[in-house]
């Protein structure tokens, strides 16, 4: 949480930008894409190559630092889908019901 008094210079600079770059976000993320596609256009084929292995590398790295992170996350996932799928399904059984007592009351 920021200071509501930042004593130095430095610090109230540092909240200038984090708001700037708070209120700006999707013009910033517009202008790093621009910046990232021209830098991909101007490459060679190797140095992307070696740019994509370097990523593929960092993303087996973050996979090994995080695997339980991660497993806890996919398990998550699958019980939120199951519910919700059981979920649906009680609900069509309550409809389907639902219809049979007015079929049967009329």
């Given at each position: 949480m920021p200071?509501?008094?930042?004593s130095?210079?430095d610090?109230?600079?540092?909240i200038?930008?984090?708001?700037?770059y708070h209120?700006n976000?999707?013009?910033?993320?517009?202008?790093?894409?621009?910046?990232?596609q021209?830098r991909?256009k101007?490459c060679?084929?190797?140095?992307?190559?070696?740019?994509?292995?370097?990523?593929?590398e960092?993303?087996?790295?973050?996979?090994?630092?995080?695997?339980?992170k991660l497993?806890?996350k996919?398990w998550q996932?699958?019980?939120k889908?199951?519910?919700a799928n059981e979920?649906?399904k009680?609900?069509e059984?309550?409809?389907?019901l639902?219809a049979?007592?007015l079929e049967?009351?009329?």
């Open positions: 200071d509501v008094f930042p130095s210079p610090s109230r600079k540092r200038r930008k984090r708001e700037y209120r976000r999707d013009a910033e993320r517009e202008k790093a894409r621009g910046r990232m021209r991909r101007n060679s084929t190797e140095e992307l190559t070696t740019q994509k292995e370097r990523h593929r960092a993303q087996a790295r973050y996979r090994e630092a995080n695997c339980a497993r806890l996919v996932y699958r019980i889908q199951k519910r979920i649906a009680d609900e059984e309550y409809q389907r639902m049979l007592e049967d009351c009329e």
